[in-house]
């Protein structure tokens, strides 16, 4: 396996608000590998999102304590000062968001956007930087990128806005692409056609890809390896083909049997019972034990992420078992 | 046999854009019995969504007929409409957009029945067990909609929907924005109430995965038009129309190794400067001369399933050629791609079927 990208390592991420401490991240340790496409999955809760911003250090830090440690190409993420994290953001690291509108400015051309970035980023004169621009817009798919250099956000259908974020993102050729659900507003076929474009930015680019996702369909589509989390821990880790077709932790299992089947004629979609703890909550054992069908006792106890094999961990008692016990 | 709850023919609905006229919806039929779901799906700018608001009289249509419950629901206007537009109900997206922020959830379920003229106490006490049988009890009957989460919101919204015992509901993505585990609750729902209250229900999605769950019958939109309908196994078990062969090879597959064969390339084009012909035919890999220019025929395939393609014409006098992808695909620049080189009729044997 190549070099590592990124490597997290007991990440916490805690907003202080008048109600108390939220934990939305908790101690989540995981790696980027070196060209790697690596899908951060889970429901509304998981604290994926909180990952990503805090890696980006985009959160707010008034109100937000990041701990732990984040080492990117040699960088350590957390603690930057804003200047510095302003320097790797748009250069080495990359960052693309659901919603396009808001991360464009809707006053500039996307021309004017994507040469902005380089100039700043890699100091080039206006016209190279122009020139540029125009390349990597029609990296990205951009159809007649000279021409759509001097259009507008709001002239532009919702993928190709996203192609334009993805050419921003991508323009000073970052190590790490963070993609926070690039795909989720888009038509199906519009989410094909950027995920494949994703993967091919990482096998022809070398860039790797964190794509963060609640869409257990993306990340089995394109990613190398999965990293699940549930109420702010990773839960399981490994190989994209390991951990959906084997998953080990009941959480992974039990989401993978609530996705709809095109083929599930006759079937009843799985429901998880109950709901993602609330991110106030302690944890005294494992947080997915009241929704867990195979809890037991011991399961009160606190749990932590064992590895298994290399690139494989899973936190939950029963992944130490035999294989093939774990349902 | 009885007659279909609905029945819809020659449905045209037009908006004024600028100086021109965008057909929103073109000329489509469609009947759907009572107990039945008919999915509606197709990309963004398909239709659907107009499909909808014609349906409950929202927008005017340009031509067309509609039958509904026994009424001549197209000529309904006025008080007529108003009175009988219970029958009628309809599940949005997003729910918390739609209630309003200042009343208490069960004042909002209980408004449709006071504005039918059912005393404020009754209404109440109806909203009440509406809320239960869907999921929201107790004090979270009394709370505001900011202070609920998008699942419980969307459960409100089909109370609301079903509180004046409608006999069609119209779920516009009404699933969509919800979590995988939540979405599951709420088909569930739905599917559970449809038996139980002995509804049918429209159910427009972009989410194709849904459809075995729910759907007995697919209509498939492409700019305005139905290009393939039938039951929905069979119109998802054995498509027809290329486009619909397209949406179901986008569908992103958890199980690794199950590529994704043929998506569909470029973008649905300007439905106000819709293509000539077959109006897929620029993204169509199977294009044939013929499809540029003359718009194709509703072909029957299997019983009850229709798709309009030039490739289900039995003539076979035409070879395939397709266009070029490079200028109307934006989509493609690397490896997994579908050039014209491997748009080959054997990956599509039904088609080849047909033709001959």
């Known amino acids: ?327 | 046999m009885s007659a279909p709850l609905l029945s819809v023919r020659d449905l045209t609905v037009e908006y004024r854009v600028g100086r021109g006229r965008l057909r929103a919806v073109d000329h489509i039929d469609f009947d759907l019995d009572a107990g039945q779901t008919l999915a509606v799906i197709g990309e963004s700018g398909s239709g659907k969504s107009t499909v909808a608001s014609a349906l409950l009289r929202l927008v005017p249509h340009t031509t067309g007929r509609i039958d509904f419950d026994g009424l001549r629901w197209d000529d309904l206007k006025g008080a007529a409409l108003r009175r009988e537009r219970h029958r009628m109900q309809f599940i949005p997206q997003d729910a918390g957009s739609s209630l309003d922020p200042r009343w208490r959830v069960r004042e909002s379920v209980a408004e449709p029945l006071v504005v039918a003229g059912t005393s404020a106490r009754e209404a109440r006490a109806r909203a009440g067990e509406m809320l239960d049988r869907v999921g929201l009890e107790g004090p979270l009957q009394e709370r505001f909609p900011h202070q609920l989460s998008g699942g419980q919101r969307q459960r409100i919204a089909i109370a609301r929907a079903l509180i004046s015992r409608p006999r069609l509901v119209i779920c516009d993505e009404a699933v969509s924005a919800l979590d995988v585990s939540l979405q599951a609750e709420i088909v569930n729902l739905l599917v559970e109430l449809r038996a139980e209250r002995e509804l049918t229900y429209v159910f427009i999605t972009h989410d194709i995965a849904l459809l075995p769950y729910i759907a007995d019958r697919v209509a498939v939109l492409y700019l305005g038009q139905i290009v393939e309908a039938g039951p929905a196994r069979s119109v998802l078990e054995n498509p027809q129309h290329p486009y619909t062969q397209g949406l179901l090879s986008s569908l992103p597959r958890a199980e690794p190794g199950i590529g994704q064969a043929r998506p569909v390339r470029g973008e649905i084009p300007d439905p106000a400067d819709p293509p000539s012909g077959c109006r897929f035919h620029p993204r169509c890999p199977l294009a044939l001369d013929e499809c540029a220019v003359v718009e194709p025929t509703v072909e029957l395939v299997a019983p009850d399933h229709a798709a309009s393609c030039h490739l289900l014409v039995p003539t076979g006098a035409t070879s395939p050629t397709t266009t070029d992808p490079g200028t109307t695909d934006p989509g493609i620049t690397g490896p997994g791609t579908t050039g014209p080189g491997t748009t080959a009729l054997p990956t599509t044997p039904s088609l080849r079927k047909a033709r001959s």
Request: overall charge negative.
């Open chain 1, 1 to 327: 396996m190549a070099g590592t990208c990124l490597t997290v390592d007991r990440l916490s991420v805690v907003f202080e608000s008048r109600s108390g401490r939220h934990a939305a991240v908790r101690d989540a340790s995981f790696e980027v590998g070196e060209g790697r496409m690596v899908g951060l999955v889970g429901e509304s809760g998981s604290g994926k999102t909180a990952t990503g911003l805090a890696l980006l250090g985009l959160h707010d830090p008034d109100t937000t304590t990041v701990a732990g440690s984040a080492v990117f190409a040699g960088t350590e993420l957390v603690g930057l000062t804003e200047p510095e994290a302003n320097g790797l953001r748009g250069s080495r690291l990359g960052m693309i968001f659901q919603d396009p509108m808001t991360a464009l400015n809707p006053l500039l051309t996307i021309g004017t956007q994507v040469t902005e970035t380089i100039r700043v980023h890699d100091g080039l004169g206006r016209a190279a930087a122009r020139e540029r621009a125009i390349e990597v817009l029609g990296r990205v798919g951009m159809p007649d990128p000279a021409n759509r250099f001097r259009r507008y956000p709001h002239e532009l259908s919702g993928g190709l806005r996203q192609r334009a974020m993805i050419a921003a993102a991508i323009a000073c050729r970052p190590r790490l692409l963070v993609a926070d659900e690039p795909t989720t507003a888009l038509d199906l076929t519009i989410q094909a056609q950027i995920l494949r474009l994703l993967r091919t930015l990482c096998d022809e680019d070398g860039i790797s890809v964190l794509l963060i996702t609640h869409d257990l369909g993306a990340v089995g589509a394109v990613c190398d390896d999965v990293v699940t989390m549930y109420a702010g821990e990773v839960v399981e880790i490994g190989p994209t083909a390991e951990v959906l077709d084997r998953p080990r932790h009941p959480y992974t299992a039990r989401l993978m049997a609530a996705r709809p089947r095109i083929d599930g004629w006759d079937e009843h979609l799985d429901v998880i019972p109950g709901r993602v703890p609330s991110p106030s909550t302690t944890p005294s054992g494992c947080l997915f034990k009241p929704r867990c069908r195979e809890a037991q006792d011991v399961c009160g106890e606190p749990q932590v992420l064992t590895p298994l094999l290399p690139g494989r961990s899973v936190r939950c008692i029963r992944a130490a078992e035999p294989a093939g016990v774990v349902a």
